[in-house]
Structure formats: C-alpha cells, structure tokens
C-alpha cells in the first residue's frame, strides 16, 4: 500500500504566514535591565542617529527594504534591543546566535530552518552577537543566504568592523555605528527605573552625577547599578563619597590588542603635535589606566620625539631615551612620571618634521637613482691602482677649509643637486636654516 500523502505547499500554496510575536513580558524577577528593555524602536534612547525621525534604520523600514547590517558600538547601547525590535518592525521571524557558543554546525541549522521558513512565506531575520568572533571561512557562510535572501543577517560588535570582518561579508552589508550613551540618554534611563520602581534613587544631586559618570556610557550597566541602589534598606541620599563606597567604579573600555589601543595612542600623538600638554597627559593617562604597557608608550614617544619634533629642539629625543631608561629602572608606578614629563616636554617643544620628511624624499631618490657611483674625489685610495685611477684626486680637507666648509660636491657625479632637508625655522631649527643659507651661498 503506498504510504500515504501529505499535503504539501505545491497543492494548496503557501500556508499563511503567522503574525509576528511582539516581545514578550519580562518574567517575574527579572533584572531590571530586562524589565525597562524597549518594546518598541521609539523607545530606545541615545541612537538618534539611526532610529530618529530621519535616521538610516527609519528611512530604511519606511522604504519597506530591510537590508542586513552590522550594529557596530560599545557594550549596553542597545544593539541586541534593536535587532529584535527591527524582526517585529520588518514583520519577520527572530533568530539569534552568539559567535561566542556557536559552530558550523549550529549556523547550518540557522540557515536550513531559515531555508524552511521562506519556503512557508516567511523571512528569517538572524541576528549574530559578536560576529566578529567568527572566523573568516565562517563569515564567509553567510555569503550566499544573505546573497539569496534566505535571511536578514544583522550582526552585532564592539570591534572595528574594518577590521574584523571579512571584506566580502562587510561588502553586504550595511554598518550602522551605535554611539555610547550621553548624558541625556543615561538621564532618561533613570528616570524609567525611578517610574519602575515608584520612588527616586537615594542620591544627592553630586551624586547622580558621579553615578552617570561611572555607567561610561553603559544603559545596560548603569540599570544595574539603578537596581542595587534602589534594593537599599536606608532612603537617606548618598552623597558622590558615599556612593564610591558602596559601588565600584566600572574600569574603562579598553583592550590593549584592539581598536581602542590604536585609536588611544593616535589621540596621544596628535596632541602633542598639535602642541597640547593637557590633552596628551589626559591619553597618557587612560592608556595607563587601561593596563597598556608604557613600555609601548615609551618606544612610540621616543618615535615622536625623532619624526614630529626632530632638530627644532634637538634634546627631546635624548630625553625621550632617559625617560625610557627612567621607566626601566625605576617600574610602575613611580616610572610613569618620567614618561608623564617627558609628555609635557615633547608637547611644549617646538615643533619640525624636517628630519622626517628629508629621510623620506631621501630614501625616493636613493631607489629613482640605483647604484650611481660616489664622485670619484671622495673615495679612499689605499693602493697604488686605485690612485693611478684618480680615487681621492681632488678632494679637499674641510677642516683645512676657510670657515671649516670646502663646498665640494659629495653627490653622484652628473647628478642634479637635490634638497631634502628643510628646516622649519623654528627652536634650534631656525639657527640650522642659517647656517645652511650661508653654506649655499658659499657653495653657489
């Protein structure tokens, strides 16, 4: 007997697709970052910029075309709230993965449940956290569902997506940067929690402050902080040193092999080229605080001191060197004065990239010219044959010289003179550009 048929979608179409789930409640006990989760896009607080008015994401639904997306931002501003928020805006089935505690295997089941869904006539939005923990032949898996529309990906990170994501993956979607919360966003957490909970936070006003401060932009981690404070037995406010006491400070965002290592010392180097004491031992001082090496910090103001301040003052590099050497013997803490001073000397000095930029005009020329010869008056004879072919014929002593300064070319021979070096006139550099005039025109 053959076995008998089930209806399939081919006989009698597509069933039709189920409403979409609005979130549901938070159960009973729930943190209270769970219970004040946003229930709808207008809810969110901080990310104008994405969900206002005219923000990509509004623009992008008001069209009726959700594209996939990477959710690029800090920890707590939201972006797990947004992708299950924009499922219910799009009216497409939810599913999500974290990067973290998932394989191959799990993103195949992802995509063939996917793959089951649209062959009912729904779309799968799948949101991935931590997509960038992915390696790139599994961000490479993605290609071809999202590629099909089998799903909506929307990942989310806390890393440079340039950076940490495959070109051809980034190259379908769309990175939206989620901003860390400012002050009003975090003011309009607490007073969610306050309307919560029915009553104000026991803190002062120089308090409420210190608590924003100590969030660092965090929704997620402020609430918590809200909840531990609204849990007190004692309704007397907390003054800013009572409130230290009772919570600890959150430590800043900071990983010493990512983005923000970079984007820190970039920030530390462009305020001392711009010649700002107080900003660069502001950076100094939150990369410290981050745990960053000052080995590192040493080495690359010792860069700084030869490229961006160079001859204008010609002691910085050696100062750069003592204050490394001041670490080395001295360690943390007391070492990172010495590289505290030598931030403010570098920052104070005059400034020039003359050095800088000669060695690599230089270094242009030394490759646009190959292996011309040194003009022959200036090579060393030690034999016989080589004087007999006229090596140091010619060459004139300096120190002989009127002046110490015989003017002869050291160039290749047929070579145009060329000027590499050109002092900014400024520090020590403004005597050097003086001595060179003089030396041209003698040499003229």
């Known amino acids: 007997m053959a076995p008998r048929r089930e209806p399939t979608d081919d006989l009698f179409g597509p069933p039709e697709a189920p409403p979409p789930v609005a979130p549901s409640a938070p159960a009973e006990g729930a943190p209270l970052a769970e219970r004040l989760r946003p229930r709808t896009l207008a809810e969110v607080v901080g990310q104008d910029q994405l969900l206002g008015p005219q923000g990509s994401i509004t623009r992008m639904l008001a069209r009726g075309s959700l594209a996939s997306m990477i959710l690029w931002g800090p920890p707590g501003v939201g972006k797990t709230t947004i992708a299950r928020l924009l499922a219910e805006a799009a009216e497409l089935h939810f599913a999500s993965l974290s990067a973290v505690f998932s394989g191959v295997a799990d993103l195949k089941r992802a995509f063939d449940e996917a793959r089951q869904r649209r062959r009912m006539g729904r779309r799968t939005l799948l949101f991935v956290d931590e997509i960038h923990r992915f390696n790139r032949a599994q961000q490479d898996g993605f290609l071809p569902v999202v590629e099909d529309g089998t799903v909506v990906l929307i990942g989310a990170t806390t890393e440079n997506p340039s950076f940490a994501l495959n070109g051809a993956l980034l190259s379908r979607c769309q990175v939206m940067v989620l901003k860390r919360l400012e002050a009003a966003g975090l003011m309009a957490l607490l007073a969610r929690a306050e309307a919560e909970a029915g009553r104000a936070l026991p803190l002062d006003a120089a308090a409420r402050e210190v608590l924003l401060a100590m969030a660092d932009g965090d929704g997620r981690y402020l609430l918590n902080l809200a909840e531990q404070l609204l849990a007190l037995p004692d309704p007397t406010p907390l ?180 000027r590499f070096y050109e002092p900014a006139g400024r520090g020590a550099e403004a005597e050097i550009a003086e001595r060179l005039a003089h030396w041209a025109k003698r040499r003229r």
């Open 239 to 418: 003054d800013p040193a009572g409130l230290s006491q009772l919570l600890a400070k959150r430590a800043a965002l900071y990983d010493k092999d990512r983005e923000e290592h970079y984007n820190l010392i970039s920030a530390l180097h462009k305020s001392l080229r711009g010649s700002d004491p107080d900003a660069g031992l502001y950076w100094f001082a939150r990369m410290i605080l981050g745990g960053e090496d000052p080995r590192y910090i040493a080495r690359r103001l010792a860069r700084f001191a030869a490229e961006d301040v160079g001859l204008a003052d010609p002691s910085a590099l050696p100062a750069a060197i003592a204050a490394w050497e001041s670490y080395e013997r001295l360690g943390s803490p007391e070492g990172e004065l010495a590289l505290a001073q030598l931030v403010v000397h570098l920052a104070t000095a005059p400034k020039s990239n003359a050095v800088y930029a000669g060695w690599k005009a230089a270094q242009a020329a030394a490759r646009d010219t190959g292996s011309l010869a040194p003009p022959a008056h200036i090579l060393n004879a030690p034999t016989k044959m080589m004087r007999e072919l006229g090596y140091g014929a010619g060459y004139q002593y300096d120190h002989d010289a009127e002046e110490g300064f015989s003017g002869q070319n050291y160039f290749p021979d047929g070579m145009a003179r060329p």
